[in-house]
């Protein structure tokens, strides 16, 4: 039998020894600061996402949203960068604007992006192309720019529609292409085929299934698709020229670069400056193992609708650092996200 002195010891070892082996997040709650109303698509991901992300954490946490909405994800991003401690507790969710606002010098914005610990992201890839109504007689790359006063919708000034629009116009060489705005998603479908506008952007998969008709019937001419990242083709529409053929400067080339940098940062979930190595090296394991889980796919493309293209945290650190910032882009983007002409080459 052990003296009493050498059990009490033993006990207290033991219970050390338990509480090291205990996991971090064991008993404990992670708050995701989300820049977005509840209920919009941005929380349909993060809903998507939680018992995936719970799931593969060691200890499973409970997992909370606090909805922080205001100035495109401004606020939130503010409040994770100087208002929440970072003891591995809490982290945010943000969309595009967490970068584009930082990169472009918007107003308000408090936070250093590349002081954020990134956790990854579940959507990274993209497609754009340029369409015209068959009827419009633009049939190619050619006959739109002999054209004059093509007219392109769109939803409004600053829509990301409005831009890429005006970004292909600009790209392939419009003559004064005119933009034509205050349409929603389908009634720009309805604007197109009863001329009111001559063409508009959209997304191939969008294309492929609402409308199937035009495509099966030829009542549209694509012209051409940007990729994001460069280099990712999709099936079906892999032959059209990609729009970094007809850029003609350096440029023009930054200014891609920066477009295609803000759409593969998806909406990043990120821990504040400072979080402590553990629970970084936690999250983004656990982010990892949730992105190759099939039943995370699954579930994710039933409430969302799409496939995930994740993004690790480490290759949006890759991304950060290739993403241009010079004056010269930054005004450039800002002319064709801007209402007025397009600007000229």
């Known amino acids: 039998m052990l003296p009493r002195f050498a059990l009490v010891a033993y006990i207290l070892l033991s219970v050390n020894s338990a509480s090291a082996q205990a996991p971090f997040y064991q008993g404990k709650t992670l708050t995701i600061v989300q820049g977005t109303e509840a209920g919009g ?83 990274s890839t993209y497609h754009w192309v340029f369409i015209t109504r068959k009827e419009a007689g633009l049939k190619n790359i050619e006959a739109l ?42 009634e720009l479908d309805i604007a197109l085929m009863s001329g009111e506008i001559d063409g508009r952007i959209n997304n191939p998969d969008t294309l492929a299934i609402r409308n199937a008709e035009w495509l099966a019937k030829g009542m549209i001419d694509i012209h051409a698709i940007m990729e994001v ?52 090296k936690i999250l983004r394991a656990a982010t990892a193992k949730m992105y190759s889980d099939p ?3 699954k579930e994710y493309k039933k409430l969302v609708g799409e496939e995930p293209t994740p993004l690790l945290g480490e290759d949006m ?10 004056p010269e882009t930054v005004e450039l983007f800002k002319k064709l996200n801007a209402a007025g002409p397009v600007p000229a080459r």
Do not use: C
Not at 62 to 84: D, L, R
Not at 154 to 169: D, E, P
Not at 231 to 252: C, N, T
């Open 295 to 297: 039943d995370f796919h």
């Open 229 to 280: 990242p460069r280099g990712l083709k999709q099936p079906g529409f892999d032959r059209l020229p990609e729009i970094e053929e007809f850029a003609k400067s350096e440029r023009e080339k930054r200014l891609l670069a920066m477009v295609r940098a803000f759409r593969q940062f998806g909406t990043p979930s990120f821990f504040p400056p400072g979080t402590p190595p553990e629970p970084v």
């Open 41 to 123: 698509s941005s929380d349909t991901q993060t809903r998507a996402l939680l018992p995936f992300l719970k799931k593969h954490i060691p200890g499973e946490p409970n997992i909370v949203s606090e909805y922080m909405p205001g100035g495109g994800g401004t606020k939130a991003a503010n409040h994770v960068f100087k208002g929440v401690r970072p003891d591995g507790l809490t982290m945010g969710r943000v969309g595009g604007g967490l970068v584009a606002n930082a990169v472009l010098g918007e107003k308000g914005v408090l936070y250093d992006l590349s002081k954020f610990i990134y956790l990854g992201s579940p959507h």
């Open 145 to 186: 720019r002999s054209a004059t006063g093509v007219k392109i919708g769109a939803q409004t000034v600053g829509h990301s529609n409005y831009f890429v629009g005006r970004l292909f116009a600009l790209m392939i060489g419009f003559k004064d292409p005119k933009m034509v705005v205050g349409y929603s998603g389908t």
């Open 317 to 326: 650190e890759r991304v950060l650092k290739e993403l241009p910032r010079d």
